[in-house]
């Protein structure tokens, strides 16, 4: 009998987590936002917009987000081949909430540097 669950069967059963878990992550809203302000894009055009993200991560974060269902990835047979990616509805979906967070990250940028800066971390209470 097992007392712990695994953290693959509690993504299952909570939709924030199992969707926050991926979407979360350092590269995948960049990319989307990207989508979203460019159209649709090659990879290599993906790749000059984002400059600090390796080839290998973009990779790995497009296929994610395909997935997921919020990229669709689009192969033209020509020579050499050429590979599109575009948002979804599904992914256009999710940015409209994504505004709104980032707009209330920029209202209030300054009052969570503040408090961070301001931020004393609690002392230890001496044994009696």
């Given amino acids: 009998m097992t007392l712990h669950k695994s953290s693959a069967d509690f993504a299952d059963r909570c939709p924030i987590r199992d969707v926050l878990e991926r979407l979360g992550d350092r590269w995948t809203m960049l990319v989307l936002f990207t989508?979203?302000?460019?159209?649709?894009q090659r990879f290599s055009v993906l790749k000059s917009r984002i400059p600090d993200i390796s080839q290998r991560m973009l990779a790995q974060t497009l296929r994610r987000i395909e997935q997921d269902g919020l990229v669709q990835r689009t192969v033209y047979a020509t020579v050499p081949p050429r590979v599109d990616y575009a948002l979804t509805p599904l992914g256009q979906s999710f940015l409209k909430p994504m505004h709104q967070l980032l707009a209330w990250a920029a209202e209030n940028h300054?009052?969570?540097r503040a408090a961070r800066r301001a931020y004393q971390p609690p002392q230890a209470v001496p044994a009696l």
């Fill in 35 to 40: 989508l979203e302000e460019a159209g649709t």
């Fill in 110 to 112: 300054e009052q969570v």
